[in-house]
């Protein structure tokens, strides 16, 4: 055995793939911006522009540092997706000809400057009142009321299609395109919104999370990390011992039990409970005992053939991010957005 480490192995065939699959439920007429926000959440923002660009329409983003990276990589649209907030800024957009978003009015001094030389996206709050202007104010942004530029809003619960939010949200935004004389082109869905309610594609759909597999109803989608470690010690248990930290769980069973080279410092959620799935020889084996910084067990007494230096898989194309979410009560954006820097990189197919 070598030096064990955890590693992330990230296939961008699945990635593509997915993209695809999205694709497929949206109208033609509706243009793809894939969003690589927070280092393409975990995926490497720069490897993901190499290996995206020829799949995608334009790239989303919510720093500067990251909207000049891509640049740097591709020629395609880039939207700076919650603004800027300085003539600094505003004159790096222009130099490195970036979209950008007004969600205030706050704003709108600064941005009325360069409303002649950069394209805007206006966006409009619809009921999820995070960001976005109020409907009754739209009128002091006619200045940017133009077909080069585009309405926006964001769906608060795309992921549950029988909210009526959602409807809601729906029939404001068009309230506001009406309100803006349907002078400008429009973008509202994400990822859950495009397989939701892709007759709202119009024309931009801004799509992140599905494109690497993390939306938890639609499992024709694969998560494209491979998130693993091996195994460096192996436990037999009597009956009523307890385990780890605190002692969380006291077995009812002689148990073997496996120590994996993988803690909470890796990306693996500290707050998972024991009866967590991962993956040891293709087969299913649940957590047990509370996961610390460097390590976590595993019980493998039900495993036939299990030994040290066997790899054991946390998430992958065969086992979705989304199990090990749900049974945690956590998303699989933060699973992904958290995994830190000392696991192991390995791209595929970029
Ligand atoms: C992050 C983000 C998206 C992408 O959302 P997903 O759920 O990951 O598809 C779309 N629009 C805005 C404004 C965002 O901030």
Not at 140 to 167: G, I, R, Y
Not at 240 to 265: F, N, Q, W
Request: charged content about 20%.
């Amino acid at each position: 055995m070598i030096q064990p480490n955890s590693e992330l192995i990230i296939d961008y065939e699945l990635v593509r793939n997915n993209i695809q699959i999205i694709r497929s439920q949206l109208p033609d007429s509706s243009k793809f911006m894939g969003i690589v926000k927070s280092n393409a959440y975990g995926h490497d923002l720069e490897t993901a522009i190499k290996a995206l660009n020829d799949s995608v329409d334009g790239f989303g983003v919510v720093r500067m540092e990251e909207a000049q990276m891509v640049r740097q990589s591709s020629l395609k649209p880039i939207l700076m997706m919650q603004g800027v907030y300085s003539s600094e800024s505003y004159d790096l957009l222009e130099k490195n000809n970036i979209w950008t978003v007004l969600h205030s009015l706050a704003q709108l001094p600064l941005a009325l400057k360069y409303k002649d030389d950069l394209i805007f996206w206006l966006k409009v709050n619809t009921g999820m009142n995070r960001l976005g202007v109020e409907l009754n104010k739209l009128d002091q942004f006619t200045d940017f009321f133009k077909s080069s530029n585009v309405l926006m809003s964001h769906l608060a619960c795309s992921d549950n299609p029988e909210d009526k939010l959602n409807k809601e949200q729906f029939f404001r935004f068009n309230e506001a395109w009406t309100n803006v004389g349907k002078s400008m082109q429009r973008s509202i869905l994400n990822s859950n919104g495009a397989m939701n309610f892709p007759e709202h594609a119009y024309d931009w759909s801004r799509i992140g999370i599905g494109m690497y597999g993390g939306l938890s109803n639609f499992l024709n989608l694969k998560t494209a990390m491979r998130f693993r470690s091996q195994i460096v010690a192996v436990q037999n248990l009597k009956s009523g011992e307890r385990v780890g930290y605190g002692g969380r769980i006291k077995i009812s069973r002689d148990t073997k039990l496996a120590i994996v080279y993988c803690g909470y410092a890796d990306g693996f959620p500290q707050t998972a409970v024991d009866g967590t799935y991962v993956s040891i020889n293709d087969q299913m084996v649940p957590i047990l005992g509370r996961v610390s910084m460097d390590l976590l067990s595993i019980d493998i007494t039900n495993l036939s053939q299990c030994v040290i230096g066997d790899w054991c898989e946390f998430w992958s194309e065969d086992l979705s991010i989304n199990a090990n979410a749900e049974k945690n009560n956590l998303i699989s954006y933060e699973l992904m957005s958290k995994l830190s820097p000392r696991v192991k990189r390995q791209y595929l197919n970029v």
